[in-house]
């Protein structure tokens, strides 16, 4: 960096102009030098029918619509009000990063601004439409995105093929075959006819006859009013012709004496005959034809332009009352108008950025133009829509429970699986929600998605064991879950529900949801399953441990309440104890779902834990059996039909590479 804070890097990456197909100007060339640029003629009105020598007609329309200034005017309404449009990038950060720099230096270095408003105008002006080069690391489709670049319309053949869409003429001359991954079409009314390769309507086209009758009245109405050219004829009797003229003269000599370019004072002649009759008749050759309003004239053109453009009157001009409606419209218009145009050229862009391989999978593009009003009438849809969730629930008395209505906010998108994790919780549906500028997760990412733990297993060796009157000699993984934040959460509520902070409905709610969202958790983590690979034994067991849980929520909240603490045992002990039992209830369904998922084949120990252990956990420390062999003995680690009951146990399984001892 410079000592003034400049950045002393080049504008555009060299490797972005050795890939792309432009070349690059040696000299400084003045603008119309290009053989595709005609100077503005007498002639340039005459323009092909549409559909017809495409490239002569764009060349027509291109030196057509700067000289009729509204319509000029309204392209530069459109042009800045779509380029204005802010975006942003939603992603993993660095990743996000890198697609943000290279959408800022399109155009090879000139930015997103200037590439907006080239694409557009030729969008807008060009029946070929829009053409925007990807600039590729390698000439291959999966390669990085280096730049996107604004390609000349008038440079640009569409071929209909689809392997090589178009073949674009550099400034020399030169033709490049653009394949499908190096370059991006726009067209926003495109032909259904096939032979016409997607050329467009443009919205100079559909308006184009409006603005040459416009643009030739501007010229008539100068040509007849402007210069200091006679306004009138008047057929004069009584006066000779020769002392008109030299009077015609003398004042034309007098107007250039006073600087007159434009005005002219009146001819005044007096009669050179007292008693001559004298009588005069007038032709007045600067009126406009008669019965022409040129103010409906001009609104209704406007009125066109608007339909044309897909936008509101009122974004080229002032509504006013009249007969195309009055003032009081303009909200049902604006309404009306906002998924015309300007939503054409939004996902427009967004399509072509998302699924043409320029952004990668992980990052989306959209453009976030805030609209007041529709983000009103979205905030509307909220409430009604917060009040029939609550209706459901209706404080625990409802015809739902708490966990499906977070279930149904996270498959309308409210709840997002971040929201989800920050309430110990996870979508547990299947289906998923895809939009239409969005690219949808790929099956990979959903099987990622459901495979990633949100409950910490561990994986560690065996530890010591103290006070027990037999170890286990097995080595290998212990397999079992920490169960410290579902324990915390449930001393949480409980702790509440003793103080008093929330009732009996709100505690069994909040309980319900926790609990039968932890168990088919780490039911899934644990067997390594998603919810559609699930047997109907393995439903069977949910549906049996959720039951057996929920049961005894009621007696939890009693139990909570009646705790009352004394100098042996404070209350907040009594409540650790109670939520630590509830842990090992989520941890047998741990095991029972590794027993139930994973390789058949896989040698599984018995690790006894830090208590003191009952005989059936003794026996079972002794074996290393498969999994199948495990689930004849229907028994596992925390199960109440251990003759320690289960409750305080604290073994898991171990996988070890030990060899099998057999039943």
Known sequence: MSDNGIQEKALIDDRILDRTVQSQPEYITMPGSDTFVISISSFADDIPAWGTQIRQRDRKLREFWPTEPIIASAIQTIVAARANMSWSLDGPPRTVGVMQRMLQSSNLGKGWLDLQIKTTIDLLTADNGAFVEIVRQEDKPGSPVLNLAHLDSAQCVRTGMPETPVIYYDRDGRDHKLAWYQVLTFEDMPSPIEQMNSIQVCFLSRVLRAAQIIKDFGIYKREKIAGRNPGEIHLVSGVQTKLIEDKLKDDQMRANNMGYSRFMLPVVI??????????STTIDLRSVPDGFDEDVTLRWYIAQIAMAAGADYQDFAPLSSGSLGSASQSEMLDQKSRAKGQETHRKLWEHKLNFNGIMPQSVTFGFNE?????????????????????????????????????????????????????????????????????????????????????????????????????????????????????????????????????TEDEFIIETESLVAAEIINT??????????????????????QTEINLDAIPGLYVSAVGFGGDEDTPEDELIENRAGLWGVGLAAVYALGFIRGGDEEEHIGWQLGPTDHCSDCLDNSQRVLTRSQWRALDTYPQSHQLSCGGWRCQCSWVVTDEPLTGV
Not at 270 to 279: C, E, I, K, R
């Open 270 to 279: 007096g009669s050179l005959d007292p008693n001559a009759n004298v009588s």
């Open 523 to 544: 039911y899934l983590h644990a067997s390594g399953k998603t919810i559609a690979q699930l047997s109907d034994e393995d439903k069977r067991i949910i549906s049996e």
């Open 370 to 502: 805030k609209d007041i009003e529709a983000d009103k009438q979205q905030a509307e849809l909220d409430e009604k829509q917060a009040r029939t969730f609550s209706t459901y629930y209706d404080k625990g008395q409802g015809i739902l429970p708490l966990n499906v209505i977070r279930q149904m906010m996270a498959d309308e998108g409210i709840l997002k699986p971040e929201y989800l994790a920050l309430m110990n919780t996870e979508d547990v549906t299947d289906d998923i929600v895809a939009v239409d500028n969005v690219q949808a997760p790929t099956e990979a990412e959903i099987e990622e998605a459901h495979n990633t733990p949100s409950i910490d297993i561990a994986e560690t060796e065996p530890e010591e064991v103290g006070a027990v009157e037999r170890q286990s000699t097995i080595q290998g993984k212990k397999k079992q879950i920490d169960t410290a934040d579902y324990e915390e959460l449930l001393a949480e509520l409980m702790a509440e529900a003793a103080a008093g902070t929330i």
